[in-house]
């Protein structure tokens, strides 16, 4: 079982850019999420799928979109890259929502 | 507004002695509550969990304790090592809104 895995796992953009973020998880979990972390921000929710085919916004979905591909997959779109976009992203995944999150390696962007 | 609260941004403790790492919540509809570990560069990991119907849990070395009246929680960690240097998260979660919120963090660091 490899979890919870992302790709890339570090990426460089100029503001303007696009680029998607994968995700992907082989433990049959229902819920899937997306997180930013800052440096004294801790982690805040940008979107999260409560079971395949449905997401919702959660508390920075703006600049984000996201597509819950199948039950292992949900990625997290940025269609136009901002500085401010400058993050570590996390992609976690639970059994059936709101019960123990399993967290991915992360992905480190930078936008310049 | 924040809703879970880690005051403390840092702790330093000498291995071998208690660590107790604090978290305050304001939204009394949280009803689970989760501590997640987190190295650099990596994922966070999770640690222990309590649900609001339990005022103390145990696993090894890792104490969780929760006091609703108060809205405040505690981790300790007894004794501590070295290895337990990193970032921890505490988290909260109520309601069918398959959501977490987290703190954002203290640094813990354990000096041999």
């Known amino acids: 079982n490899a979890g919870v895995t992302q790709t890339p796992k570090f990426q460089v953009l100029k503001t303007g850019q696009s680029m998607t973020l994968q995700c992907a998880q082989d433990?049959?979990?229902?819920?899937m999420y997306w997180y930013r972390q800052d440096p004294g921000m801790g982690l805040r929710l940008i979107y999260y799928?409560?079971?395949?085919?449905?997401?919702d916004k959660g508390e920075v979905p703006n600049g984000y979109n996201v597509s819950r591909l199948n039950k292992r997959e949900f990625s997290l779109r940025l269609e136009s890259a901002a500085p401010s976009q400058t993050s570590v992203y996390f992609c976690?995944?639970?059994?059936?929502?709101?019960?123990?999150?399993?967290f991915g390696p992360g992905t480190r962007l930078l936008v310049l | 507004d924040q809703q879970v609260k880690q005051n403390s941004p840092s702790l330093s403790v000498q291995e071998g002695r208690i660590s107790i790492l604090n978290c305050d919540y304001t939204?009394?509809?949280?009803?689970?509550f989760l501590w997640y570990k987190k190295y650099p560069a990596e994922g966070p990991t999770f640690l222990i969990s309590?649900?609001?119907?339990?005022d103390k849990n145990e696993d090894g070395r890792f104490t969780v304790f929760l006091n609703k009246s108060a809205k405040h929680l505690s981790l300790h960690i007894v004794p501590s090592q070295p290895g337990d240097s990193a970032v921890y998260f505490c988290?909260?979660?109520?309601?069918?809104?398959?959501?977490?919120?987290f703190g954002k963090g203290t640094l813990l660091t354990v000096n041999p």
């Open positions: 976690a995944s639970s059994p059936t929502g709101g019960e123990t999150q399993y």
């Open positions: 433990m049959n979990h229902n819920s």
């Open positions: 799928s409560a079971s395949e085919g449905t997401t």
């Open positions: 939204n009394s509809m949280f009803d689970y």
């Open positions: 309590i649900s609001s119907i339990k």
């Open positions: 988290a909260a979660e109520g309601g069918s809104n398959y959501k977490l919120t």
